[in-house]
């Protein structure tokens, strides 16, 4: 009768065992899922900081690249216009 009466016990100190064991495992998961979350966060921040130094770089190259063009462009124009110019005053 003894052995009867332990048996019940035993069985609850084994499921408390188990809950206790399954709480510690939910919480090391979650701990675990946070730090990788963290971890995704960071890098993701740094990526997006170096895809906006790469944009603005590129921006600046395009600029300069456009304000160049465009300098010689208008500088072919004004020439055009004073040699237009002269060749209708040495016709006339």
Known sequence: ?????HSPRQKKTSFDDFEFDQQENISEMTEQSNQ???????E?????????????????????EKDDILFRMETNLRVRR??????????N
């Open 1 to 5: 009768m003894n052995i009867i009466l």
């Open 36 to 42: 990788s979350q963290n971890l995704i966060d960071s």
């Open 44 to 64: 993701f921040s740094t990526l997006r900081n170096i895809l906006d130094e790469k944009e603005q770089n590129l921006v600046e190259e395009l600029n300069e």
């Open 82 to 91: 004073r040699s237009r110019g002269t060749t209708r005053s040495k016709n």
